[in-house]
């Protein structure tokens, strides 16, 4: 079974055949660091770093939390990041929005956002619900990577793009690497 890069740099060559284009000829790349799976945001990563740096292509780094939000004409997003947590997008009008790693004991403190939150998933929509039962909450679909290259074209146009070097992917939570190996490690020096 081929893995997820060997797919996704297949189907960027599809593309760029099926549209009789090089990849030399691109303006710009858009690539959605997280958060989500370590694996699906390290591969995109990647991949998008692969193709841009050789061919001199600048890129453009967005949130999908950004994303959704965007979608659904809000502020505010979450998704679900299972485990009973949501990955959480506050951001108040005029406000830089803040994301986070969140479960039910988490977001009480925060108090119920006074504008509406974006969600596309029932966990987060139940989590949110259960946390702030007054939260207003947008149902849209999931994000696309078309919604994703809408929200980047106002960084596209002024030129606003990342230095690869020091792009990362956005994940909020540890790897379960390194969360079972602590605990794992822990329970060693106990016994």
Same mark, same amino acid.
């Given at each position: 079974? !081929?893995?997820?890069?060997?797919?996704?740099?297949?189907? @960027?060559?599809?593309?760029?055949?099926?549209?009789?284009?090089?990849? $030399? =000829?691109?303006?710009?790349?858009?690539?959605?660091? *997280?958060?989500?799976?370590?694996?699906? #945001?390290?591969?995109?990563?990647?991949? @998008?770093?692969?193709?841009?740096? &050789?061919?001199?292509?600048? @890129?453009?780094? #967005?949130?999908?939390? =950004? #994303?959704?939000?965007?979608?659904?004409?809000?502020?505010?997003?979450?998704?679900?990041?299972?485990?009973? =947590?949501?990955?959480? !997008?506050?951001?108040?009008?005029?406000?830089?929005?803040?994301?986070?790693?969140? *479960?039910?004991?988490?977001?009480?403190?925060?108090?119920?956002?006074? *504008? &509406?939150?974006?969600?596309?998933?029932?966990?987060?929509?139940?989590?949110?619900?259960?946390?702030?039962?007054?939260?207003?909450?947008?149902?849209? +679909?999931?994000?696309?990577?078309?919604?994703?290259?809408?929200?980047?074209? $106002?960084?596209? @146009? &002024?030129?606003?793009? =990342?230095?690869?070097?020091?792009?990362?992917?956005?994940?909020? !939570? !540890? $790897?379960?690497?390194?969360?079972? *190996?602590?605990?794992?490690? +822990?329970?060693?020096?106990?016994?």
């Amino acid at each position: 079974m !081929r893995s997820y890069s060997a797919k996704l740099v297949t189907a @960027v060559q599809e593309l760029l055949h099926e549209a009789e284009a090089q990849l $030399s =000829e691109l303006r710009a790349m858009v690539v959605v660091i *997280g958060p989500g799976s370590f694996t699906g #945001v390290r591969v995109g990563l990647s991949a @998008v770093k692969g193709l841009a740096e &050789p061919a001199g292509i600048p @890129v453009v780094a #967005v949130s999908r939390l =950004e #994303v959704l939000a965007a979608k659904a004409g809000t502020q505010s997003a979450a998704l679900d990041a299972h485990r009973h =947590e949501v990955f959480l !997008r506050l951001s108040e009008t005029g406000a830089e929005a803040h994301e986070l790693l969140a *479960g039910r004991d988490e977001m009480a403190p925060f108090g119920t956002p006074a *504008g &509406p939150i974006a969600v596309c998933d029932e966990a987060a929509e139940q989590l949110l619900a259960e946390a702030w039962p007054d939260a207003r909450l947008v149902n849209v +679909e999931v994000p696309t990577a078309v919604d994703a290259l809408k929200r980047a074209v $106002s960084r596209i @146009v &002024p030129e606003e793009f =990342e230095d690869l070097a020091l792009l990362d992917g956005n994940y909020l !939570r !540890r $790897s379960d690497a390194e969360i079972f *190996g602590e605990k794992a490690q +822990e329970k060693q020096a106990q016994a």
